[in-house]
């Protein structure tokens, strides 16, 4: 599976629109997008994914590069409930299983 | 009406203890899974069974097993526990094994060896 690089933390205020990179360059073509979130002292939590299409949910947007070596996730209007550590992960079409790297520690701040 | 619970939520006991976790989901899926998050917070897979059968089993030494008595319900049971033990153990499940599924996580059961 292809490996992904986050930063480490970002801050956002409140109501502003968080967007947390993600750089796949190693993707192949059959590799999905997804985004996890971990909110601190509970599991993790589905977000959105993705293959070459960006995509849209109640929770997020996803944006992917038209060479999908990298994406973006957008949380449009952050609150402070989203407080929480983001996590990127490339899939192969047939992968069993979640690979979790270190994420990105988003603090959203008052 | 929890989708994904596990018990009990904190266990602490002594090393060379043995000792189980229960993980129950309702949410009718196929597949069930155990996470294991160290104090790094690394969250790494351990073991996926699916419809009660084992399809992952990841570098795990064997006083970790796993056991799927039904669809719904993943126990995890340690023997011989020891300091290095210590973690946060997560059960999750997705409708079916394949990474197209999203995965349902629980709340983490925290084990603390001393």
């Known amino acids: 599976d292809a490996k992904t690089t986050q930063p480490p933390s970002m801050d956002c205020a409140e109501g502003r629109a968080a967007n947390l990179p993600c750089n796949h360059s190693t993707i192949s073509g059959n590799e999905y997008v997804y985004w996890y979130r971990q909110i601190h002292s509970q599991g993790p939590q589905y977000i959105i994914h993705g293959l070459k299409n960006n995509e849209t949910n109640e929770m997020a947007s996803l944006i992917i590069t038209e060479d999908r070596k990298s994406s973006t996730l957008i949380l449009p209007h952050a609150t402070l409930r989203d407080t929480a550590v983001y996590y990127c992960i490339v899939i192969n079409q047939g992968a069993q299983k979640l690979v979790f790297g270190q994420g990105t520690r988003l603090t959203i701040n008052p | 009406d929890t989708a994904v619970s596990q018990t009990p939520k904190y266990l602490v006991t002594q090393m060379g203890n043995d000792k189980s976790i229960k993980c129950e989901q309702n949410?009718?899926?196929?597949?069930m899974y155990w996470y294991k998050q160290d104090s790094k917070k690394f969250l790494k897979i351990m073991f996926s069974?699916?419809?009660?059968?084992?399809?992952i089993n990841e570098t795990v030494p064997n006083r970790f097993s796993p056991k799927s008595p039904d669809k719904a319900h993943l126990n995890l049971h340690i023997n011989s526990l020891e300091l290095g033990d210590s973690a946060v153990y997560f059960c999750?499940?997705?409708?079916?094994?394949?990474?197209?599924?999203?995965?349902?996580f629980g709340p983490g059961t925290r084990l603390t060896v001393l």
């Open positions: 949410l009718g899926h196929d597949t």
């Open positions: 069974y699916n419809n009660k059968e084992l399809i």
């Open positions: 999750a499940s997705s409708r079916r094994a394949g990474h197209t599924d999203t995965q349902y």
